[in-house]
């Protein structure tokens, strides 16, 4: 069992995508949706949301599309994760009212939710481009 979806890997990739793409124009939802071999329509409310929370930079117009909001190695893959979760989070409130879920659940979960979350913020997107880059260099 992964402790991250497969929504959540996808938008990693999305914003490492973007961080190579920086030295270069905006590239645009449709374009990233491609490299990543998913619908546009899956992947635009999830930039959306990295937007909202200061990971991506979202430029409107026809030459428009999505930059990252700081440098690489400012931006965490907590930072990522937690972008897309809050704003999952804030339509599973209801789930909460639950005591079950928090009064039990949650509070025996939280250790474990925080070094997940520690471990999380010890990537940053400059060393994924790092890693990306030595796996792309063709073998001698």
Known sequence: MSL???KELLVVAAVLD???HADRKPIAARALAHHLK??????EPLLQALARRGVLKSI???RGGYRLAREPN???ADAILRAVRNSAD???SAAMKSPLVSQVV????ASAEVAFSMALARITVAGLMRMA???QRPAA
């Open 133 to 135: 880059k030595m796996i």
């Open 18 to 20: 973007v961080a190579e």
């Open 90 to 92: 804030e339509q599973d």
């Open 106 to 109: 949650v509070p025996h979960l």
């Open 60 to 62: 409107r117009g026809s």
């Open 74 to 76: 400012q931006i965490t």
């Open 38 to 43: 998913i619908s546009p329509r899956y992947l």
């Open 4 to 6: 991250v979806s497969l």
